[in-house]
């Protein structure tokens, strides 16, 4: 008889919607896995009854997929831990999860935002606050609303890492009949096309919500992929990525969809109602509004313009009628301006305009590796 391989012991640390999706996929991919939940009655009903009626209401959970409010319990043999922690909280949940965490354990971010103070992607936070190598970190990312999956709708990821060999293992594990991971080894551009699309899909939202068509919303999903790579690519991103799943992907499906809590947010936005009643009635973290400033911070310590994440600044803080926001499209200038950042640019001057395009060719031109310098 053939020999049957042991199933792999996963864990998924949060039973929010995309949690809880993941521990499914990673089920359904044939793997036993154990979710934390912070509440204890959240993490009975899905031991118990199969279901999350707070984020995944009407979705039967795998029989494989357990709960636990116990981190100790949670982490127990894990050989690989997917975290799906809210951004801004991901730090002091580390430091519980350090000690607990097994020796050869994979650590894997389904999270998509930047840290406020230090502006770093969730790999970084991650490498810092579990003080393990980056071989044993990946990233997944890609257009993944959650309900969608949670439903078996087709789907695509991609799993990146700086070790090609650990991405194909996460892969491996998070693939099923209809969920299918790509893999890739830049990290810097998954991330970031995974934050950036938020932002991105919170300015769909309000000219959604202040009731624009497509035309508009078509022009400011593709000027904002471009502010996407320019920004990316400043950072050691590869453009191609931005192209991909990370970038592109998830761009369209997070600014298209009313499931996208960024897309929703900025839809209120544009409606009228103010930041802080959009947070207040918010059940789950939009992580496109807490990324904005900071990534305006990154965007300035490189020279990069990001006119339609400003505007979002500014409808935010209240400084910018909702109105106002596609009428600009990325410009204030009445001078004509290139497509694309090679376009229409010989002739111009300012080191400061320039450096992000000459970065940008020069990484095209060398596989990856800059060679020009700030």
């Avoid at 257009?143 to 090609?164: D, R």
């Avoid at 992929?225 to 400043?234: I, N, S």
Wanted: charged share 20%; net charge neutral.
């Amino acid at each position: 008889m053939p020999v049957v391989p042991p199933r792999r012991r996963v864990t998924v640390l949060g039973a929010g919607s995309w949690g809880t999706t993941f521990a499914k996929i990673l089920a359904d991919g044939g793997s036993d896995v154990t979710l934390w939940a912070r509440r204890p009655e959240l993490a009975r009903e899905i031991s118990e009854a199969k279901r999350n009626s707070d984020y995944l209401p009407g979705i039967n959970l795998p029989l494989t997929v357990t709960a636990t409010s116990s981190l100790a319990e949670a982490l127990a043999g894990a050989e690989m831990v997917f975290v799906s922690i809210p951004s801004q909280s991901l730090r002091e949940n580390l430091a519980a999860i350090k000690p607990l965490l097994p020796a050869d354990a994979l650590v894997i971010s389904l999270m998509k935002g930047v840290e406020k103070k230090s502006g770093l992607r969730m790999s970084e936070v991650i490498e810092l606050g579990l003080e393990i190598d980056r071989d044993r970190i990946a990233v997944a990312s890609g257009p993944n609303l959650a309900l969608e999956i949670a439903k078996e709708q087709p789907t695509a990821a991609v799993i990146s890492s700086q070790s090609l060999e650990t991405a194909q293992r996460v892969a491996m594990v998070a693939s099923n009949r209809y969920f299918r991971s790509f893999v890739n080894v830049d990290v810097i551009g998954t991330e970031f096309g995974g934050v950036l699309k938020n932002l991105i899909a919170v300015a769909i939202g309000i000219v959604d919500g202040v009731g624009y068509g497509e035309n508009t919303k078509a022009s400011i999903i593709t000027r904002g992929l471009a502010e996407m790579t320019d920004f990316a690519v400043a950072y050691g991103a590869q453009a191609d990525t931005l192209a991909g799943l990370a970038g592109l992907g998830d761009l369209i499906a997070t600014s298209s969809s009313s499931l996208s809590r960024n897309n929703t947010a900025g839809r209120l936005l544009g409606q009228g109602y103010s930041f802080a009643d959009v947070v207040k009635s918010m059940q789950q973290t939009a992580e496109g509004l807490a990324s904005v400033a900071p990534i305006l911070e990154l965007a300035t310590a490189k020279g990069v313009d990001m006119p339609i994440v400003k505007q979002v600044s500014e409808v935010l803080a209240g400084t910018l009628n909702p109105r106002d926001i596609a009428p600009h499209l990325t410009t204030d200038s009445d001078e004509p301006q290139g497509e694309r950042t090679i376009d229409g640019r010989k002739n111009t001057g300012g080191s400061a305009f320039w450096r992000p395009f000459k970065r940008a060719f020069n990484q095209l031109r060398d596989g990856g590796r800059s060679t020009s310098r700030d």
